[in-house]
């Protein structure tokens, strides 16, 4: 596949980076020399300098040529006009553009992204999918990572293992016999940086961030097993009211339940959210002012969501917040090179949201039928849920016949409501929906077990 990627940023850099890796041939293009001279060096991919929506800039990066155009700038405009010039005038097939400006987005333009008007296939708003993730740690409040697949029916955990969980030193099998109630599959491990595919009889060892599959109605019992069991969220603080803060206080607000205050450094800020949040108490104040922190409540807060636009004060808000008596903090970050920081710094989750973005945008771009991905262990793995069509080599086949690659793991099959893992008997029918776990330099082995033949049509 011939791919375009408008913009060198970290997004951009990230999309190019997984393209590449699976043999496809890439383009970036950027203003910047530097950041173009850096992505050449260290990605095996090609470099345009120029403006990403300008027709002479994307001629010379092969639009007419390619298969795929996405727009990941920092500018929306110059994202959305990429995929126009991309459409009109080189006949690009795909194009995805990263839109970050929530007026774009209101429902009552519901037709502005369509082939008549801006010919944009897949829209992006970074904001809004990191807005989700975090709510999904809201609702799973004892895993670091959490993804759902299936239509919510599955979930896949990542957990850390204590000294004090009751399976540490358990292998999975132990587990399975001394809970055989419990429907799991322990998919991956991740062990002083190496991750892999643990055997049933390998032992799970406390420092262990461990990924398990399990049906979405068992996740609170997991949780219990594993010793990560959190009480249920009443009162949330969050720090910063840009677009995801706001985001996340509208959707707390709308589940019930919760009650919400919210910290913005900024005045027109912080007035601005006051008047699109209807029951969230919004505070003028720095989220590093523990005097603030205190009078926002977070003594008595189970959660703290620290979401400003500054990596630093994300992960200082949430230290601060953690001192003050509050039980877990979660913290935003856009610098990878603060992730080995959320250890020693007591921060429960870290989410990153180029991460979160790349794996949105990879999800629509993996070819075969990929309904659902996500990427795990900083980027070292990825969940891939795919449809089993009638010409997938997966169809027919028993659980215990499947010949899996090395590095592969079968999460769970699921077929209409029913979900199959692989400590169950069962056989894979065509259009069910299969949940693998892979190392990343597997990926496109994984996308030939869903990849549409040609016998298909």
């Known amino acids: 596949m011939k791919a375009i990627v408008?913009?060198?940023?970290?997004?951009g850099v990230g999309i190019a980076r997984a393209l590449a890796r699976e043999g496809n041939a890439v383009t970036v293009v950027d203003w910047s020399t530097e950041l173009i001279d850096n992505v050449v060096t260290d990605l095996d991919v090609r470099g345009v300098v120029g403006h990403a929506s300008h027709p002479d800039v994307l001629e010379k990066a092969g639009a007419a040529e390619a298969d795929l155009l996405v727009a990941v700038t920092y500018s929306d405009e110059v994202n959305m006009i990429a995929c126009q010039v991309g459409h009109s005038l080189f006949s690009t097939p795909m194009r995805i553009a990263r839109v970050r400006a929530q007026e774009y987005l209101d429902p009552a333009w519901g037709d502005l992204f369509s082939t008549g008007n801006l010919?944009?296939?897949?829209?992006?708003?970074?904001?809004?999918e990191v807005g989700r993730a975090i709510l999904q740690r809201v609702e799973t409040p004892g895993a670091f990572s959490t993804a759902v697949f299936a239509g919510g029916?599955?979930?896949l955990l990542g957990l850390r293992l204590e000294e004090t969980s009751p399976v540490a030193g358990s292998t999975t099998e132990q587990v399975m016999e001394l809970f055989p109630d419990l429907r799991l599959a322990v998919v991956g491990v991740q062990r002083?940086?190496?991750?892999?595919?643990?055997?049933?009889?390998?032992?799970?060892?406390?420092?262990?961030?461990?990924?398990v599959v399990t049906e979405s109605a068992q996740v609170r019992r997991l949780l219990d097993i594993f010793g990560r069991s959190a009480e249920q969220i009443r009162r949330v603080v969050v720090v910063g009211a840009g677009n995801i803060g706001v985001y996340v206080a509208r959707a707390l607000e709308r589940a019930g339940g919760v009650k919400v205050r919210l910290i913005e450094a900024d005045k027109a800020r912080a007035e601005h959210a006051a008047e699109r949040l209807k029951r969230t108490v919004v505070l003028h104040g720095d989220g590093l002012n523990a005097r603030m922190l205190r009078e926002a409540g977070v003594a008595n807060a189970e959660l703290v969501i620290c979401v400003t636009n500054d990596d630093k004060v994300n992960m200082l808000s949430g230290v601060m917040a953690k001192r003050e008596g509050a039980e877990r903090a979660l913290s935003l970050i856009n610098d990878r090179t603060f992730e080995g920081m959320r250890e020693p710094l007591g921060i429960d989750v870290?989410?990153?949201?180029?991460?979160?973005?790349?794996?949105?945008i990879l999800q629509h771009i993996?070819?075969?039928r990929i309904t659902g991905l996500q990427t795990l262990g900083g980027g070292e793995a990825e969940a891939l849920e795919g449809i089993a069509l009638s010409t997938s080599p997966l169809v027919g086949k028993t659980l215990d016949e499947l010949e899996l690659p090395d590095g592969v793991a079968l999460g769970?099959?699921?077929r209409g409501d029913k979900v199959i893992l692989p400590c169950d008997e069962g056989r894979i029918r065509e259009n069910d929906r299969v949940l693998l776990f892979c190392n990343k330099a597997l990926v496109p082995k994984v996308e030939?077990?869903?990849r549409v033949s040609l016998e298909y049509f």
Not at 119 to 128: A, G, Q
Not at 350 to 360: E, G, H, K, N, Y
């Open 153 to 155: 029916r599955v979930q």
């Open 119 to 128: 010919p944009v296939d897949v829209v992006i708003s970074p904001e809004l």
């Open 192 to 211: 002083e940086r190496t991750l892999f595919i643990p055997k049933l009889k390998d032992p799970l060892l406390p420092g262990d961030d461990v990924y």
């Open 350 to 360: 870290l989410i990153d949201p180029r991460a979160t973005t790349v794996s949105t």
């Open 412 to 414: 769970a099959v699921v």
């Open 6 to 11: 408008c913009g060198a940023g970290q997004v």
């Open 448 to 450: 030939h077990l869903f």
């Open 366 to 368: 993996r070819r075969g």
